[in-house]
């Protein structure tokens, strides 16, 4: 069944509005018409079965009707802070990391990243990314969209981490060095309503500085085995290990 994320001020007590690109996903791609029920989840995460009345090309009235109890939300806030890449491969990490659970997603610049930020495009390519964001949580059926963020450095990201319970850096320097226990020793100290902060680094890894940096800073080096990993799978092998262990593990 079809979901869509409605802005509050589109509710009232009983009926939904959806306009722009909604409607017109609605009426054109899925040709739906008046008696079809769609799911609508507003800004605090509350989804409800919608009938649709009314249906025309830029704009779907729905009658809300009963109220979904499942919850498809984490029990742990995660936020991945990940180092400028290309920007398809960072499209992909949004993609994934939203469908694995994540609840924000912070780009910033590293030393060894190969892409510039462009600051002239930086408000469409946060909308974008937003976007992403937007249609990965509804297919994956989740109730919360990822907040897509930008730091100016790693040093900006780790001095305002103090409400992370976890702070992690995921580097190849650890893998290096056997340090491969680690992960194991950071998912055993997990409890419900964490807040956990990854850190990656771009497709050059992290700098010597910016490890050091992140050490100084709080961090706790983590490595994900003895294999060094592409920057775009180091993410999703982390969030699959965090999904197992606070979700899956008996």
């Known amino acids: 069944m079809q979901r869509y994320f409605v802005e509050d001020d589109q509710w009232t007590a009983d009926a939904v509005i959806l306009k722009g690109e909604q409607a017109h996903h609605i009426f054109r791609v899925m040709r739906m018409s008046p008696g079809d029920v769609i799911i609508c989840i507003n800004g605090q995460g509350k989804a409800s079965y919608c009938r649709i009345t009314q249906a025309e090309p830029d704009r779907?009235?729905?009658?809300?009707?009963?109220?979904?109890?499942?919850?498809?939300?984490?029990?742990?806030?995660?936020?991945?802070?990940?180092?400028?890449l290309k920007a398809d491969k960072y499209e992909w990490i949004v993609q994934k990391s939203t469908e694995m659970g994540a609840g924000s997603i912070t780009g910033f610049p590293a030393d060894h990243s190969v892409v510039k930020?462009?600051?002239?495009?930086?408000?469409?390519?946060?909308?974008?990314?937003?976007?992403?964001?937007?249609?990965?949580?509804?297919?994956?059926?989740?109730?919360?969209?990822?907040?897509?963020?930008?730091?100016?450095?790693?040093?900006?990201?780790?001095?305002?981490?103090?409400?992370?319970?976890?702070?992690?850096?995921?580097?190849?320097?650890?893998?290096?060095?056997?340090?491969?226990?680690?992960?194991?020793?950071?998912?055993?100290?997990?409890?419900?309503?964490?807040?956990?902060?990854?850190?990656?680094?771009?497709?050059?890894?992290?700098?010597?500085r910016e490890h050091e940096t992140a050490i100084d800073l709080g961090c706790t080096p983590v490595s994900l085995g003895a294999r060094i990993l592409r920057a775009e799978t180091a993410p999703v092998a982390t969030l699959a290990l965090l999904v197992y262990q606070v979700e899956l593990k008996r």
Not at 60 to 84: F, M, N, R, Y
């Open 117 to 208: 930020w462009d600051v002239k495009k930086s408000e469409k390519k946060q909308a974008r990314f937003q976007k992403i964001a937007q249609e990965s949580a509804e297919q994956s059926e989740r109730l919360k969209i990822p907040t897509i963020e930008r730091k100016t450095s790693l040093e900006e990201v780790l001095k305002e981490a103090h409400p992370y319970d976890h702070k992690w850096i995921l580097s190849e320097r650890s893998a290096r060095k056997d340090h491969h226990h680690a992960i194991d020793d950071a998912l055993r100290q997990l409890q419900h309503s964490d807040r956990i902060l990854l850190v990656f680094g771009p497709e050059g890894g992290f700098s010597t």
């Open 60 to 84: 779907i009235k729905c009658q809300v009707e009963e109220g979904l109890s499942s919850d498809t939300e984490l029990p742990i806030h995660i936020t991945v802070a990940q180092g400028d």
